[in-house]
């Protein structure tokens, strides 16, 4: 996440960055995405972007 949050914030700092939970449908067994593992990210993110959201929480 550093790395693509660093360079998004080379071509422009305010890129808006959009982080959202995953969520299986229809027979799929791929757990959920933890809102913790959210947060984490949007930490690293912030460090280098002035504009950080998390959806679907």
């Keep these: 996440m ?8 080379g071509l422009r700092p305010d890129i808006p960055l959009h ?12 757990p959920m995405t933890p809102v913790d593992t959210l947060h984490r ?4 993110a912030k460090k280098h972007l002035h504009h950080v959201y998390i959806g679907n929480v």
């Design 41 to 44: 990210l949007a930490a690293v």
């Design 19 to 30: 982080l959202t939970r995953y969520f299986p449908r229809y027979r799929d067994t791929t």
């Design 2 to 9: 550093d790395h693509e949050a660093r360079w998004l914030a």
